[in-house]
């Protein structure tokens, strides 16, 4: 049995602009850190293979 609050819409919360500008700033710090990560696998990962790739003996 599912009882919705009747002013559910007022219960919304509505951020200001200060708010929005926060957020956008922070998912955009997140984002650069995940990529500058992902970067640093790729490439530490290149570099252990290194020669390693080039020299397969069977």
């Known amino acids: 049995?599912?009882?919705e609050h009747p002013n559910f819409e007022l219960d919304a919360v509505v951020q200001t602009e200060?708010?929005?500008?926060?957020?956008?700033?922070?998912?955009?710090?997140?984002?650069?850190?995940?990529g500058?990560?992902?970067v640093i696998f790729f490439?530490?990962?290149?570099?252990r293979l290194g020669a390693?790739?080039?020299d397969r003996t069977f």
């Open 52 to 54: 390693n790739v080039a």
């Open 43 to 47: 490439a530490s990962t290149i570099i």
């Open 1 to 3: 049995m599912s009882t």
């Open 36 to 38: 500058a990560l992902a």
């Open 18 to 34: 200060a708010q929005k500008k926060v957020i956008k700033r922070r998912n955009l710090a997140i984002g650069l850190v995940l």
